[in-house]
């Protein structure tokens, strides 16, 4: 039976960690967090993005926005925040709504305040391994990896999914880490012989349940970013838990793995940020 790799306890260690070195440097730290419209799952994030911001001891400034804000009332904004001295993170949660271009507001934020990691100067930096921003899902697996002693030098990595947000930033993170890194998405052939290749395996394809055994070599490190509800309101993950847990070596559980890894990652990118400015 594998081991649970228990991102709760992870999450709470990082998240302690920032808030000691808040105390213990005595940093004045504040975070923007901008959210458009009310969609109700972005308001659930934003209330624990603030309520995790209050643990550790960071300011953070709500803005939350009628659905109808223009994407130039929401750029404008963007650029104040941009130039307040005493702002050191900017954070627009996703989605937007659809008369407003993402990519656009995406790219407006400083790259010294994108504490998601979404802007292209920051996935750029990690792309040729220079200092930036990583976006906080990946950067937070590559901590459960860590903290967990799993291994990843020379290691068979397979990232099944082929997202901005998480599949293409973990590729990148993951060839740092110094693994073989292959990426499967919709049209890969075959998808049960690449999975079947891993030693450490990280699914992002928003289907509920979807790895079974399978598609899992004995012994594998299993990484589930999925998270959804089933027919009987139970979350669950991309992965069959039941199925591929007696196999694995190591597995995430949903909930409790992967998700409360994102925000201390996010904490840790807004100490991280204001080092950034003061330097
Ligand atoms: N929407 C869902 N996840 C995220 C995230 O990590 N950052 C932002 N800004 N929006 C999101």
């Known amino acids: 039976m594998a081991k649970i790799i228990d991102g709760k306890r992870i999450s709470a260690e990082v998240k302690d960690e920032c808030k000691e070195r808040v105390k213990r440097e005595q940093l004045d730290i504040t975070l923007a967090v901008i959210q458009v419209g009310n969609d109700p799952a972005s308001t659930v994030y934003v209330g624990n993005k603030k309520k995790a911001c209050e643990y550790i001891g960071i300011h953070s400034l709500a803005y ?65 391994g220079q200092a930036g921003f990583v976006s906080c899902t990946p950067a937070g697996i590559v901590q459960l990896l860590k903290r967990s002693g799993v291994e990843t030098e020379g290691k068979e990595c397979v990232i099944v999914g082929r997202s901005n947000i998480v599949g293409k930033p973990m590729a990148l993170l993951m060839l740092r880490e110094n693994a073989t890194v292959t990426v499967c998405h ?65 597995i995430t559980p949903v909930p409790g793995g992967v998700g409360p890894m994102t925000i201390a990652m996010l904490m840790n990118n807004c100490v991280e940020a204001k080092g950034i400015q003061e330097a």
């Open 64 to 128: 939350e926005l009628p659905e109808k804000t223009s994407e130039k009332e929401l750029l404008e904004l963007v650029e104040k925040l941009n130039k307040d001295d005493e702002v050191h993170g900017i954070l627009v949660q996703l989605p937007l709504p659809e008369h407003i271009d993402e990519d656009k507001v995406i790219r407006k934020i400083s790259p010294k305040k994108d504490v998601d990691g979404f802007h292209p100067q920051s996935v750029g930096a990690l792309s040729i």
């Open 186 to 250: 919709s049209r890969t052939k075959n998808l049960k012989e690449v999975t079947k290749r891993a030693d450490i395996l990280i699914v992002a394809i928003g289907k509920p349940k979807f790895i079974t055994a399978a598609y899992v070599k004995e012994g594998a490190v299993v990484i589930d970013v999925g998270i959804h509800r089933n027919e009987n309101n139970k979350l669950c993950g991309d992965v069959d838990f039941d199925s591929v847990a007696p196999l694995a070596s190591a």
